[in-house]
């Protein structure tokens, strides 16, 4: 996955104030021509040269959008948008008709709420990565755990292949330690019955 690019919210601010104020090519040209005072340098934060085209085609756009084209996207009437949020429907009316017209921080508030502006594929702006929770950092994928194999799981004997468990570990063990591990054997064994036994015993006693 791609790396997120993040501008910081004192450079977004500056695009969006002259963006406001310019049409688009003068816009264009003062934030990419070297000769411009109000250049911004946009490979210091990661953007590469075909990329800016886009960003600064999408501020602009949404900077001079209408009211009446924004409701277009959004599907909403004026009344609705009016209710939705509290605003007074003579001031809607008003931005609608284009009689006044629409403050531009309130313009970006609805366009970063309703998801319509577009600065590009993961390119985000400083607040809006914190509001939305996001983190730059790509969390690091988690060691998959080989699975043991059965035959891993198995007691070192029953991996012989051998039935009996003796003759068994008469094949993995030093002769001398064969004594020692036969006596093991016998005693699980013994107190394996003894278990059965008494188990048995008390059965039959409660009847």
């Given at each position: 996955m791609p790396r997120i690019?993040?501008?910081p919210d004192r450079v977004?601010?500056?695009l969006w104030k002259n963006s406001e104020k310019m049409p688009k090519e003068e816009f264009l040209r003062s934030m990419t021509s070297s000769l411009s005072d109000t250049k911004v340098?946009?490979?210091k934060y990661g953007i590469k040269d075909e990329e800016v085209f886009k960003?600064?085609?999408g501020i602009h756009k949404i900077s001079h959008m209408p009211l009446d084209e924004m409701l277009g996207i959004i599907g909403m009437t004026k009344a609705e948008f009016s209710n939705a949020f509290c605003i007074p429907i003579r001031t809607v009316e008003d931005w609608y008709s284009k009689k006044n017209r629409m403050p531009g921080y309130f313009k970006l508030l609805l366009a970063r709420y309703v998801g319509i502006i577009d600065v590009g594929n993961f390119i985000k702006t400083e607040s809006s990565m914190k509001i939305s929770g996001h983190n730059e950092q790509?969390?690091?994928k988690k060691k998959k755990e080989k699975r043991k194999s059965s035959k891993e799981i198995m007691p070192p004997w029953l991996q012989t292949g051998i039935a009996d468990e003796e003759e068994a570990y008469s094949k993995l063990v030093p002769a001398d330690k064969m004594a020692?591990?036969?006596d093991s054997i016998r005693t699980r064994e013994i107190l394996s019955m003894t278990d059965?036994?008494?188990e048995?015993?008390?059965k039959h006693s409660n009847k």
């Open positions: 690019r993040i501008i977004f601010y500056k340098d946009f490979k960003l600064l085609t790509v969390p690091a020692d591990i036969c059965y036994i008494s048995a015993a008390r």
